[in-house]
């Protein structure tokens, strides 16, 4: 329930992130565009400015060159025109030539002054050409239809005394063509002005060149006269019909328009915006000299900005699709983190378990020390250090009836695993030894026990032992452990031990027990080989030397191990610990225990040596003062020993030697025969039956029957090719 | 180790003066051929003067009683020492030899 309300706070912190990455990306694609669509607006309404004013330009030009020629036209007549004012007669010629010498004229007139000749009042001889055609007619424009002295290209001229291009006006007789007129006053020799010379020039083409100029597909391009009057323009029906003013009166938003016209007509160069129908349009308008025409290119800003709209619109859906992609990743990202988030949740759980579980694991051993502080006699310390959180390494102690129980014991494997058959191993220590006395039943119960349930296949090493404090007789049974140490005055040597199986392995293994004595000060050091097989950075392991190098038989125990422990640590550095270290270490204390003592005597392998022993065993036998039966009987037991070995040990004829030792206590002695020959188990003998008759009685065979029968214990171990042949005898 | 054989008709006496161990059981097992050779005796084995004995000593002493056994005589241990009486017995010689004190 509480892990649900995390994850909801979790995924509700994660939404709020992600949303704001998503605000920030958009933000920032979306100014990104903005910029980029500013300039390159600005960047387009520039090169739109250009083409306009570019096209105006020539445009322009192209007007001006046909309104120069006119009025060059009429300028290079002016002198046979003022000649002729005193040939009346010769006027119309003077005007043919000008419009058969200038194409661009298509028509020519001299009007006179009305009263300049009295012999005609009213005369001007018109010669003008039909559109499409050369031929050249000739009219008399003064007649009583047409009042040329009233009509603006008469009059303008002769008030401003210089040449003067007409309105633009639709010539009803000559074809309906729009047509412009340009006049120049005459003067005659006298200095009198005398009549008005004029050339008029079609403005057809001009509809077709200011038309055509194309910018854009759906430019288009206006011009206007000086009065407002629309010249081009796409509307055919307005041309000549309407003026600007009229026109802009009638739109929505005029005065924009009235703006426009008024700075059209007074001929200024400029450009604006004009707003119409929803449709925002680009004017760039500049006027055409002398004729006060006005010309106007209008471009639709959809036009101009076309282009860059489609960019913006395809960069939007560009964004869109990245958007939705971010919203798609973030939602996979927050998913993934959530389910990270629950393994290392699991992780976390599972190590606060182990964190338990080594804590249940620490309280089964003993861990205060000293552990029997009102004791003098035992002076103990041990210490175990998993590898990981739990480990497979035990050790248990503790004293019944006089006599130290204690164990070690080394899980195969690591972690979980070898920590619950520890749990185990150590529990089924304490229940089997509760009520038996001898290590070699409690090993062989224990591997019973262990070996009928053991479907995961693991198995402990160990090694236990029975001291009796009371007089440091050290019973002790090993399973598969590797030897402890004995820490004696005299050195540190390996405990002889048997290996054995290994705890677990199989049922019904037979365990063999072992027994040496402590003397007072003498220490055992139980391990596991994480201490010895601890490996430094460079794979070098601790090793035994260095072990051994560290005891000393005068330090506390406590001291001691923590020195070892001190040790380990330096040697191993940053190396991870490998395996899990325990070392369990017991000193035996009991200064009211005698001391031993030991003799040795060395024998060749001959067979004449062996009264030698008769000796060494009277000696004894005063020394502690044995009855002469009992040292008999001990003699006869050594030298069956000793010519066993004696005849066959050695090869006949080779050179060997015999050790004997005997090792003397209050209450026992041990003897020790050692020999470098063959492997020889006398111990493997057949039984002798003494219940046969003579007859049946084999010859062979008493010697260790002999043996057996008067040593309490008899023991054979081959170790470091040697036949150790162990014999113990009780007294007292 | 000192073997005394004496022989009054019928009777052969073997005296055993000494340890009897493995060494001397060599020399011994020779010495006492005449008792092997006349086992259809009496063989008298007198052990009162024997301090010590081995299992070879043991072993010719079964020597002369199979010999014995074979050949019809009779084997008499005389004045055996507690110690020795003890190995024979330990080892079930007893029931096999006719032992007489003195």
């Known amino acids: 329930m509480k892990k649900g309300i995390e994850n909801k706070s979790f995924l509700r912190q994660a939404s709020k992130t992600g949303l704001l990455l998503i605000v920030v990306a958009i933000v920032t694609l979306e100014a990104t565009a903005l910029v980029q669509?500013?300039?390159?607006?600005?960047?387009?309404?520039?090169?739109?400015?250009?083409?306009?004013?570019?096209?105006?330009?020539?445009?322009?030009?192209?007007?001006?060159?046909?309104?120069?020629?006119?009025?060059?036209?009429?300028?290079?007549?002016?002198?046979?025109?003022?000649?002729?004012?005193?040939?009346?007669?010769?006027?119309?010629?003077?005007?043919?030539?000008?419009?058969?010498?200038?194409?661009?004229?298509?028509?020519?007139?001299?009007?006179?002054?009305?009263?300049?000749?009295?012999?005609?009042?009213?005369?001007?001889?018109?010669?003008?050409?039909?559109?499409?055609?050369?031929?050249?007619?000739?009219?008399?424009?003064?007649?009583?239809?047409?009042?040329?002295?009233?009509?603006?290209?008469?009059?303008?001229?002769?008030?401003?005394?210089?040449?003067?291009?007409?309105?633009?006006?639709?010539?009803?007789?000559?074809?309906?063509?729009?047509?412009?007129?340009?006049?120049?006053?005459?003067?005659?020799?006298?200095?009198?002005?005398?009549?008005?010379?004029?050339?008029?020039?079609?403005?057809?083409?001009?509809?077709?060149?200011?038309?055509?100029?194309?910018?854009?597909?759906?430019?288009?391009?206006?011009?206007?006269?000086?009065?407002?009057?629309?010249?081009?323009?796409?509307?055919?029906?307005?041309?000549?019909?309407?003026?600007?003013?009229?026109?802009?009166?009638?739109?929505?938003?005029?005065?924009?328009?009235?703006?426009?016209?008024?700075?059209?007509?007074?001929?200024?160069?400029?450009?604006?915006?004009?707003k119409y129908r929803k449709t925002t349009n680009y004017v760039f308008y500049a006027p055409v000299e002398k004729t006060g025409w006005s010309m106007s290119i209008v471009i639709p800003d959809s036009e101009i900005y076309g282009g860059i709209r489609r960019i913006g619109m395809m960069v939007k859906v560009l964004q869109l699709v990245g958007i939705l992609m971010l919203i798609l990743i973030l939602r996979s990202s927050i998913k993934s983190q959530l389910k990270f988030k629950k393994l290392s949740e699991n992780k976390e759980r599972m190590e606060s378990e182990l964190k338990i579980g080594r804590g249940i694991q620490m309280s089964m051993i003993p861990k205060i020390f000293p552990p029997f502080p009102e004791r003098k006699d035992i002076d103990m310390y041990a210490s175990i250090v998993p590898a990981k959180e739990v480990g497979g390494d035990l050790y248990d102690f503790y004293i019944r009836e006089e006599k130290l129980y204690f164990c070690i014991g080394d899980v195969s494997g690591k972690g979980v695993p070898a920590s619950l058959v520890m749990a185990v191993t150590r529990r089924l220590f304490r229940t089997v030894s509760a009520h038996e006395k001898s290590p070699q039943r409690i090993v062989t119960i224990m591997n019973d026990s262990m070996s009928d349930m053991n479907e995961s296949n693991m198995f402990v090493t160990f090694f236990t032992g029975v001291l009796d404090l009371g007089n440091g007789h050290l019973r002790y049974c090993n399973a598969g452990h590797n030897a402890p140490l004995l820490v004696t005055g005299q050195g540190v040597r390996e405990l002889p031990v048997v290996s054995n199986l290994p705890l677990g392995v199989m049922p019904g293994t037979s365990f063999q027990e072992q027994e040496t004595d402590l003397a007072c000060q003498d220490g055992l050091f139980c391990y596991t080989d994480g201490l010895t097989e601890a490996e430094n950075a460079g794979h070098e392991l601790f090793g035994d030397d260095r072990l051994i190098a560290l005891l000393r038989s005068d330090s506390l125990a406590e001291s001691q191990l923590k020195a070892v422990s001190q040790s380990v640590m330096e040697f191993v550095g940053d190396a991870p610990q490998s395996d899990d270290l325990t070392m369990l270490y017991l000193r035996y204390m009991n200064e009211s225990l005698p001391d031993r003592a030991e003799r040795h005597l060395i024998l060749h392998n001959d067979i004449q040596q062996i009264p030698q022993l008769a000796g060494f065993i009277e000696a004894i036998a005063d020394e502690i003062h044995l009855d002469q039966s009992l040292a008999m009987s001990l003699n006869l037991a050594l030298e069956e020993a000793v010519s066993n070995v004696i005849m066959y040990a050695y090869p006949e004829g080779s050179d060997g030697l015999v050790d004997i030792e005997a090792i003397i206590r209050h209450d026992r002695l041990d003897f020790i025969i050692t020999d470098s020959g063959k492997p020889f188990d006398p111990t493997q003998a057949p039984e002798v039956d003494t219940t046969l008759g003579v007859e049946e009685r084999a010859i062979g065979g008493l010697g260790i029957y002999l043996v057996r029968n008067i040593m309490d214990d008899v023991r054979y171990e081959r170790a470091e090719a040697k036949n150790i042949l162990s014999m113990t005898k009780r007294i007292q | 180790m000192e073997v005394k054989i004496n022989q009054v008709e019928k009777v052969i006496t073997a005296q055993f003066i000494g340890r009897l161990d493995t060494p001397a059981s060599l020399e011994v097992s020779r010495q006492v051929q005449p008792l092997i050779d006349h086992a259809d005796l009496t063989v008298v084995l007198d052990c009162s003067q024997m301090e010590y004995i081995s299992s070879s000593g043991l072993r010719i002493f079964l020597t002369i009683r199979k010999a014995a056994s074979a050949r019809g005589g009779r084997v008499i241990i005389r004045n055996m020492n507690e110690d020795i009486r003890k190995v024979f017995m330990m080892t079930g010689f007893l029931n096999l030899f006719e032992v007489e004190k003195a």
Not at chain 1, 42 to 55: D, F, H, T, W
Not at chain 1, 127 to 139: A, I, K, T
Not at chain 1, 253 to 269: I, K, Q, W
């Open chain 1, 37 to 274: 669509y500013y300039f390159s607006q600005k960047g387009i309404r520039e090169e739109a400015s250009l083409r306009a004013q570019s096209q105006l330009e020539s445009t322009r030009l192209k007007i001006s060159a046909v309104i120069d020629e006119a009025e060059t036209a009429v300028r290079n007549s002016v002198w046979i025109a003022q000649w002729s004012l005193g040939y009346p007669d010769s006027m119309v010629a003077v005007t043919r030539r000008i419009v058969c010498e200038n194409p661009v004229v298509v028509g020519s007139t001299i009007a006179l002054v009305p009263g300049y000749l009295p012999s005609r009042p009213l005369f001007s001889p018109y010669s003008y050409q039909m559109p499409g055609e050369n031929e050249v007619h000739y009219r008399q424009l003064a007649t009583e239809a047409y009042d040329y002295p009233s009509q603006e290209w008469f009059v303008k001229p002769l008030e401003l005394q210089a040449g003067y291009w007409s309105e633009p006006y639709v010539d009803e007789g000559g074809g309906d063509i729009l047509m412009t007129t340009y006049s120049m006053p005459l003067w005659d020799y006298k200095g009198r002005l005398a009549a008005v010379l004029t050339a008029d020039i079609s403005l057809d083409w001009l509809t077709d060149l200011v038309g055509n100029v194309e910018v854009y597909p759906n430019a288009f391009s206006m011009m206007i006269s000086r009065t407002g009057q629309i010249m081009v323009c796409p509307v055919e029906s307005l041309i000549m019909s309407r003026r600007a003013q009229e026109v802009a009166a009638d739109m929505e938003g005029g005065d924009v328009f009235d703006e426009l016209n008024r700075s059209m007509m007074a001929g200024e160069t400029g450009n604006l915006s004009l």
